[in-house]
């Protein structure tokens, strides 16, 4: 029993009364955190979901972007594929800002991805393929599609983490600190009774002298 109770303490009223107090805000401090928890945990697989559904989509659309790469590599060889390529200006733009799930901050990504047609792309269309047109407007809906994923997947990361420590604080507090806190005030509250016991003994036992002296 004394390796479960908080040691160094002394058995008086002012430290009891500390206890006491520590106990009950450890008692509402474990159960905030088992709602906070739960509450992460529901968070999780709802974004999960979601995780599931944009891996998917990528995947898709990734197989069509390159499936018709691979076409238009066929059809007007490497080195002109490269061209093109070397010739299409930046779309993307992306900003990320953040938003709080629980006291966990995740990222919110804000971006801009351009749909252009062949003549914004950059590159000339008499000497390309419509088999590269298709891959460069599928290549720039994936991309939408990863900056999503990107951010859900992020977020599942770092809830995560959070789920993972917030379960090891309930433990903590539910097998470690609390039993300590309850097993420290009920030694106390023994060795409480048995002074106030010997206390009163020995006050008996100085009348009872008192009155055989008068």
Do not use: C, W
């Not at 972007?65 to 061209?83: E, F, H, N, R, W």
């Amino acid at each position: 029993m004394a390796q479960e109770m908080i040691e160094g303490i002394n058995p008086t009223r002012m430290e009891l009364l500390k206890l006491k107090q520590r106990e009950k805000l450890a008692i509402k401090g474990h159960s905030l955190l088992k709602e906070k928890r739960n509450a992460l945990i529901m968070e999780f697989f709802n974004i999960l979901e979601r995780v599931k559904g944009s891996r998917e989509n990528v995947s898709e659309k990734l197989k069509d972007a390159y499936k018709d790469l691979t076409a238009s590599q066929i059809i007007m060889g490497d080195l002109a594929v490269k061209k093109a390529a070397m010739s299409v200006k930046e779309s993307v733009n992306v900003d990320i800002e953040s938003r709080s799930i629980m006291g966990v901050v995740v990222p919110v990504m804000d971006y801009d991805v351009q749909q252009r047609n062949i003549v914004e792309r950059g590159y000339g269309f008499m000497d390309t393929s419509v088999k590269l047109d298709e891959a460069a407007k599928e290549f720039e809906e994936s991309l939408a599609l990863i900056i999503e994923l990107a951010e859900v997947e992020k977020t599942i990361i770092l809830l995560a983490s959070e789920i993972e420590s917030t379960k090891r604080r309930v433990n903590a507090l539910e097998h470690i600190i609390i039993p300590r806190i309850k097993n420290t005030v009920k030694y106390i509250e023994m060795r409480l009774e048995e002074m106030d016991r010997e206390n009163f003994v020995r006050l008996k036992m100085i009348k009872k002298t008192l009155e055989m002296e008068a």
